[in-house]
């Protein structure tokens, strides 16, 4: 079977990449975190927040993975930080690769979080490593309770929750209490937050959390 | 670079039991359509209210794919179709190969419209051909008005846009004739419906196109 095997190479190379890059957060003390959702789930609504609240306080720096245009970069640029678009042509996810490539674009001295937001896509990018400390999974409410158990390698391979548009929740039929439970399920690890970008719910205990990562590096 | 040699044999294969499938449609007088979308954009939701709408009028079967779970073939069922569940365990689209599997577990004669439902996801099952007359990609309003720009090859590839969840666009930033815009701009041939699962707004309209689709079979 030489497509298995050759997946396998192409993982084994992704791995040893991000394990340089892991390096070099370490490093430069860097907290680093993999942004993954669906399309359209709120990632970089929910980095504008967390921009608007930390940047007098903690020095951020953002990567932007997407399939086409820089809109992403875009709109995180107008917050003053430094910002590199990946623009993957058709690509489903990020490697660490693209990552590293971005990476020198960006001076690392000096920073304390770097945000990695994924493209758009609920199962891909789950299997590659980028180097980062963690993956933060974000899920919209919109999108129902029931996902955690239709992609569950996604749910399984991240540490945070972050459940977002809450303040859509009487608008549409998707039961809080179950869709946590079933993350849960999924992963009993997970740390959940529930978070609202237009009403900003949930955004000072997010920020906070990511405050407390990055004093805790080195 | 023998990873595209033979992620081309793969796409070779697949489009080579994609064409068996499509004959086997042809020979039946079947309408077949990919129905495409980001996880929790609604899709199932959408095969609900149009089974609910045509089944005393127009015979159709459902193959359902999911990358966990048989959720989506338990809702299809309830109203009485036949429906296969194909789980592609981590998959993150469906290939022709699975779906001929599937279809052998479906009596095609006096059916009129096979509908597939593939996994969630935007990007990688808008280039596997499954043997479909056309692909239909589905966008909620919730996940904004620039993802055709975005995702620019599922929108390129397929032949109708429904705009689902259009009742939550007083509480949703999506700008729907920028949506349709955009949409526009990607592939100006476009056939566009807007709905509502919730309201059942555009929904008559929506099963009214399908109804003449599989009229126009032989």
């Not at 957060?25 to 399309?39: C, E, K, T, Y």
């Not at 995180?76 to 058709?90: E, L």
């Not at 000096?110 to 590659?128: F, Q, R, S, T």
């Amino acid at each position: 079977m030489p497509v298995i095997t050759i997946e396998r190479k192409v993982l084994a190379k992704n791995d040893e990449i991000a394990q340089q890059n892991r390096d070099l957060f370490a490093r430069h003390g860097l907290f680093v975190f993999n942004l993954v959702s669906s399309p359209g789930a709120g990632k970089t609504s929910l980095l504008e927040r967390t921009l608007e609240t930390l940047r007098d306080r903690v020095r951020i720096a953002v990567v932007e993975g997407d399939v086409q245009t820089d809109f992403d970069a875009q709109r995180v640029a107008r917050y003053g930080v430094p910002v590199v678009q990946i623009v993957t042509n058709g690509g489903c996810h990020l490697e660490a690769r693209l990552v590293q490539d971005a990476l020198a674009a960006i001076a690392l001295p000096g920073l304390d979080v770097l945000v990695i937001e994924n493209v758009g896509n609920l199962v891909c990018p789950a299997n590659y490593d980028l180097g980062e400390a963690l993956k933060v999974v974000l899920v919209s409410t919109t999108e129902g309770d029931d996902k955690p158990l239709k992609y569950p390698g996604m749910f399984r391979n991240a540490s945070v929750l972050v459940i977002n548009k809450v303040d859509l929740l009487p608008y549409v039929p998707c039961d809080l209490a179950a869709l946590r439970r079933n993350a849960l399920q999924i992963n009993p690890a997970l740390r959940v937050f529930e978070t609202s970008c237009t009403t900003k719910a949930g955004i000072p205990e997010w920020c906070e959390w990511i405050a407390a990562q990055s004093s805790r590096r080195p």
